[in-house]
Structure formats: C-alpha cells, structure tokens
C-alpha cells in the first residue's frame, strides 16, 4: 500500500492521520518501512539518508546488532512482569557513573515524563511551587512547560492548558543578569533550561553563558535542572555538564539513555532524589515524592540501554557523529557561498543547524532566529526529502556514528540542488 493511500486510512483511524503532531507533512507523511545504519526505506521502496535518527535516538545508528541483539534476549526471557530486575540496577549504575550530577537514578517512560518528575522534584525539594524557565526552550508537552515553549510568546503553545498551572511558570532571556532579576522573586524554587541552548542548540547557549546562568542559581539557592534529553549521550557519554564541567542538581535523560528505544529518567543529587524513597515511610503512606509508572525501567528498554552504555562510553561513538556533523556544515556553508545565498550552517557536537538570510546570528533575538519564514522552511525540506534526504523539524539535522563521508556527500549534492532551486524560484532576498 502506497503513502498516500495509508495516510488516507490513518485519517480515519488516528486524530490527523498520525501519533505526534510534527509527523504529518502535506500532502502525506512518508511510510518507513525499514531502517539500517544512516539509512532508510520507505513502503513504496524509496531509500533516504537520514539525519533525523529516531529524532536524535539513534546515535549508534539504526538497528545496531548489539541493540538488536539484546532486545532478541530480553524478549525471549520475559517482555514484561512490572516487577525489579537485574538489568535497571545495572543502566542506573552506568548513568550515575558517567554522569557528574547523578548519584541516584529514576527511570521514566519518556522524556516529557522525565522534566515532569524533574520539576516535581525541585519544587519538593525548594517547598516552592513557581518554576522559571527559560524563553524558548522546549521540555517535552506535559501543562507545565507549555508557556514559553514558542520563544517571545507567553502563551502556552497548546489549547488545554490550565491558567492556573501556567500562573505558576515564570519566563526569562538566556541572559545571567535577566536570571539574576528574575530570582530576586523568593517563590521561584526551580530552575529549568535546554543545557545546549533552545531547541537543541538552534539558539546557541556558549559555555561561558551556560556556566554564568548556573552560578547565578547556584548563589540564589535555587534547584537547577539540566534538560540534557537530546545532548545527553550525545555531546559527550556524560552529556554536555561532563563535557564542559558545569554540574546542575537534576538532570532529565532520554532517546540514547535507552538504547533508542521509549523512555526516559531523571538523575541528581541523593538528597534530592531520595525525597521519593519510600522504602522506610509508614505503611499506606505515599512517599514524599510519589512517582508510579508501569513501564519505567522496562526489561526490555533495560536490556537496550546496557548494550548501549559500553558503546557510548568511550566517547568514539561521539567522535564518529561529530566528524560527520562538522562535514556537513563546513560543505553547507560553502555551498551557500558558492551560490550567494546569505545564510548559515551551524550547530554544535553532531547537529546542524540551517539559518537563511545572514552569516552570522551575532546579536540576534530566539525569536529571530527561529522566525523563519515558514516557505523557505517547507521549501527546504521538502527539497531535500524530495532528493532521498530527510531532516529533523525545522532546518535542522543530526549524526550519528553510522553516517558516512559518502553519505554526507550524497547529502550535500542535494542539498546544493535544493539551495539552487529555492534561489532560482525567488525564495531568498
């Protein structure tokens, strides 16, 4: 069955057709029908390089034996029982040795869950209900972080979203000075941002700024949370506070925690995270902090993940993704040069971002920067879909050990082609 005629079913069966709101893409979404390595094909056969990766799972690239191997073994043991096992004591083991803010370990089911119990952690802790987050950064879908998910806009990005829930979420700049102000407010408790920047580093977030942010927490005393969902695992095996040496209380995981498959967890310091042992409370009484979940820590997400974390923490798997990324912008941007078109790749670790319309983003707002117009943007991918390239949301792509230089000049042939065709129908200034 054809794309078309699925997605013409899924309509009838699925609210818009799909399961997540960014899958859809006119006039159909594409069908998957097989993945391997950097690569994948579609149900009518079509092959694509991929530089979405499980929407940044897949840093070991997809199907990896060892992955595939030990999901074989769990399944043929038990898929589930809801009960403790071996393997979750060993994954949290592997986290909290690689991670420096980790001293106790709780599994999730997803990452929108992770910055869901993360935040009701700190505001536990703090005895303080406000949490303030940074403009534009994006922590998954749940009430509490929709306000200011769409950066200079304090509306919360979705309808259904209580007033009273978003009273409690106070927004400020990436700025130290505008974090300093806005802790001057004694009923923040929590702290939260993206550790690479929003939306994983489209708007980039320096060291130097990302170290003067947690120093201005640090003095006001309040709980800092590091969303390291994507650049966990990703931009070092301890993510970016290993890399850079900048150590929040609480960070929240997912994508390569788990091997690439569902789910999620919250790591930090032992006096934070034990606010949700219950193991010495008075029978029938919650604990402190209640967190339930049937599939948290799932045997066979466990299993994944501890075939993974010997791979990802050496750090070649990181090295491999980061190469290709970097071969990707520098051919990026001499394309754009190439054909005069202002514009600018750009990203860190194994991401690339795309900007269009300037060569540098010096001074500019997050709003700017991701205020793209939307035809430039479907334009784009569409371009490079079309080419047998497809990307993450937005202009934006990602590595993984799997990808290739062979691939990635594939990639960069179309994306040349694809910059020509928009440049030639008027699409840039």
């Excluded at 999901?71 to 979750?88: G, I, N, Y």
């Excluded at 803010?101 to 005895?127: D, H, P, Q, V, Y």
């Excluded at 948290?296 to 050496?314: F, Q, V, Y």
Aim: glycine share 10%; with cysteine.
């Amino acid at each position: 069955m054809e794309s078309s005629q699925l997605s013409e079913r899924a309509r009838g069966a699925l609210p818009g057709g799909v399961s997540h709101e960014l899958r859809y893409r006119a006039p159909h979404p594409i069908y998957i029908d097989r993945a391997l390595g950097a690569e994948k094909w579609d149900v009518e056969g079509r092959r694509y390089i991929d530089f979405k990766m499980g929407s940044a799972s897949q840093i070991l690239g997809h199907n990896h034996p060892a992955i595939v191997d030990a999901v074989k073994e769990q399944a043929s043991r038990a898929l589930f029982t809801a009960d403790c096992h071996r393997q979750e004591i060993e994954w949290a083991e592997w986290v909290n040795q690689l991670y420096p803010s980790a001293e106790r370990t709780r599994f999730t089911a997803s990452g929108s869950e992770a910055t869901m119990l993360a935040i009701r952690l700190g505001r536990a802790f703090s005895g303080k209900d406000r949490v303030l987050r940074i403009d534009g950064h994006y922590h998954g879908w749940h009430d509490h972080v929709m306000k200011g998910a769409k950066p200079g806009n304090e509306q919360p990005t979705s309808l259904g979203v209580p007033a009273a829930v978003s009273d409690l979420i106070d927004l400020c700049d990436a700025d130290p000075q505008a974090l300093a102000s806005a802790l001057q407010d004694a009923d923040i408790g929590t702290v939260i941002l993206e550790a690479s920047g929003a939306n994983y580093g489209c708007v980039p977030l320096a060291t130097d700024r990302l170290q003067a942010l947690h120093d201005v927490a640090r003095d006001a005393g309040v709980v800092l949370i590091f969303d390291e969902i994507i650049t966990g695992f990703r931009w070092a095996p301890g993510g970016r506070q290993a890399r850079d040496g900048i150590v929040p209380d609480l960070t929240t995981l997912a994508k390569v925690l788990t091997g690439g498959l569902p789910g999620g967890g919250v790591c930090g310091r032992a006096d934070i995270m034990e606010l949700m042992n219950n193991a010495e409370s008075r029978e029938g009484l919650s604990p402190p902090v209640s967190h339930k979940g049937t599939f948290n820590g799932s045997p066979l997400i466990a299993a994944a993940a501890c075939a993974a974390m010997p791979l990802l923490a050496t750090g070649e798997v990181q090295r491999r993704a980061n190469d290709m990324a970097a071969l990707m912008r520098d051919g990026m941007n001499e394309t754009l040069v190439e054909l005069d078109i202002e514009g600018l790749a750009y990203g860190d670790s194994s991401i690339f971002h795309l900007y269009f319309g300037r060569r540098d983003l010096q001074g500019m707002s997050a709003a700017e920067i991701r205020g793209l117009p939307a035809a430039q943007v479907k334009a784009y991918r569409d371009g490079m879909l079309s080419r047998g390239v497809d990307m993450m949301a937005y202009t934006s792509g990602l590595t993984s050990a799997a990808h290739t230089p062979e691939l990635i000049g594939e990639a960069l042939e179309a994306f040349r082609q694809t910059m020509a065709d928009m440049r030639d129908k008027g699409l840039f200034p």
